[in-house]
């Protein structure tokens, strides 16, 4: 089977003694390519720490972990950045974007990174803007964006790498219900013509409603995980 | 491209922060060029006035003389020499002298002193004697009359006109040989020791006063590139340095001089490093503050795929970037305050430098005060962004995000 993430038997502690803290406990998950999933659970769940371990960002206790098929415990630092620049989107809840930059720029950033040539790149930034409704707004910079704009260029700059899966925490969080939902509705739009893999951090109900599988954490293990 | 415009517009994040530092930075440049313009200047001076004032840019003199100016130390037949120096493309001109040590007498009081022979033209292109006459008048050729320091005047109280005797010692025999002398100018150099013990008679009466025949002790040159006086492998040197013959430099005779010039710059130096080492620590502050400022965003930055050394670059980039604002407009002010400077002096009053009196400062302009001053602070502001750039490197983005994922 071709998973995009698989996990296996992962833990995630922190400190150490009698203070020592599980964030997750013996979490083994499979998520194919083109899937829509939403990883819920109360807060201390453990969500957190799965997205940051799934995206290369942090180490596991123990357990192992791989994505498109390549074990991330055996990659150098820099293989690791290589790794998370072509196979990984980031979508934060805050948008994090480069404010200094356009919209236009922020998505290219990355893009420059990977060494794409500008015209390809400039090519690629006109049709992400399309698909994320953002026509003509490219010029400007995050602060003259509103943050359901903001939160759209995030996901442009996210998908312009064309990532194997995209990681999105809490993307909805800072926004207001209506705004929320059609960024949600740009997004299942991507996974279901483009085929893209989008794994959510979440607490919202649109995203629940939405995606097409939920994995319920709680105490740092999996509760449930329900395919609809 | 993006990776400049980022870098730029990194920079201007802050601009009252970027300003100040570009301030220091530049503010710390003007002061050296400053510096180093009024050093020059200074050491332009000093060695314009040591050796345009009477030694001239180099001599040439019998083995041994110039150590005790011992007398009997002559060059007997100067003609050979002086047809090497008239051939010489890269001498101006030279005069041959005779020095001889006597007792002055006039008739109120006496003194001991160095009597030159000079030929009243030669000397003219060589040392500043003419120029320095401040009663009575110049050499004319007549065989009785002299030129005595102002400081010389005033101990045997005589003015243009009065009689003095010299008396000095014959080379070949030793005995005392005695002329009667008309004063005919009084000369005041400003360098107390010439103004005090120095007298100017024609050669020809000083070679015959101590019965040389052609004989000379020194003869004086002056470079058409002041420069060339201290290139030991110019041909002057090469040609005049043979047998008992000996060519200096004038470092090799005003060794305080040399000394003097270079301490002051080693001064520049130590100037140049406090400046810098401000500087310094300024920037390295200023871009501190920045990446700690920009700490959840770099680490977003290195989470969406940038590596250590590419942020690594961006920091030193923006570093590079505040150094070339910082040169560009150090540079301006400091070429201009320097040229305004060069112009008007800075008026520091009259003051004695190691025997040498100076009147003010006129700073010098010199093309390395734009040039490679800039470049030191570049490479200086290069080498305080590595420290910054490294932490910047090194950010862990799971530590710098905690905020969010």
Known sequence: MNYVIETQ?????????EVRVSALNDVSIRIERGEFSAIIGPSGSGKTTFLQLVGGLDNPTSGRIWLSGANIAEMTGRELSDFRRDHIGFIFQSYNLIPVLSAEENIEYVMLLQGVSVNKRHKRVREVL????????????????????????????????????????????????????????VMRELNEDQGMTFVFSTHDQKIMDRANRLIHLHDGKVEQDETK | MLIVKLAWRNLFRNTRRTLLTV??????????????????????????????????????????????????????????????????????TFAPR????????????????????????????????????IEGAYLSG???????????????????????????AEVENGEISQELFRVSGIFEFGLAELDNSLGFINLKVAQSLIGLDKGIHQIVVRFNNPENALDLDNS?????????????SWIDYNPSIASLIGMSNYATVIIGVTLFLVATF??????????????????????????????????????????????ILGCVLGYFANSWFAIHGIPFGTYDFSG???????????????????LCVIILVLLSAIYPAIFAARIMPVESMRRSL
């Open chain 2, 236 to 248: 002057f040197y090469q040609d005049s340095n043979k047998g008992d013959i000996e060519a200096l």
């Open chain 2, 356 to 374: 040498v009196i100076l009147q003010g400062i006129h700073t010098k302009v010199a093309l390395e005060q734009v040039t490679l001053l800039p």
């Open chain 2, 142 to 168: 007549s065989p009785r009359e002299i030129l005595i320091g102002k400081s010389m005047s005033d101990i045997l109280e005589v003015s243009p006109g009065d009689r003095i005797v010299i008396s000095a």
């Open chain 2, 282 to 327: 300024g920037v390295i502050n200023s871009l501190f503050m920045s990446i700690y400022e920009r700490l959840y965003e770099l680490g977003v930055a290195k989470a969406i795929g940038t590596s250590g050394p590419e942020l690594m670059s961006l920091v030193i980039l923006e570093a590079v970037l505040l150094g070339i604002i910082s040169c």
């Open chain 1, 130 to 185: 399309s698909l994320v409704g953002l026509e003509g707004l490219g010029d400007r910079r995050p602060a003259q964006l509103s943050g359901g704009q903001q939160q759209r260029v995030a996901v442009a700059r996210a998908m312009a790498s064309s990532p194997d899966i995209i990681l999105a925490d809490e993307p909805t969080a800072n926004l207001d219900s209506a705004t929320g939902a059609a960024l949600l509705d």
């Open chain 1, 9 to 17: 038997h992962v833990h995630r502690f922190f400190g150490e003694g």
């Open chain 2, 98 to 133: 005779v020095i001889v040590g006597g007792m002055i007498a006039s008739p109120y009081n006496i003194t001991g002193g160095l009597i030159y022979g000079v030929d009243a033209d030669r000397e003219l292109g060589i040392s500043k004697l003419k120029k320095a006459i």
């Open chain 2, 23 to 92: 301030m220091l930075v530049s503010f710390s440049l003007v002061s050296l060029i400053l510096t180093d313009g009024m050093v020059k200047g200074m050491q332009e001076k000093l060695v314009g006035s040591v050796t345009q004032t009477l030694t001239g840019e180099a001599q040439i003199h019998k083995k041994g003389f110039w150590e005790e100016l011992d007398e009997k130390k002559f060059i007997d037949d100067p003609a050979p020499i002086i047809n090497e120096i008239l051939l010489n493309e890269d001498i101006q």
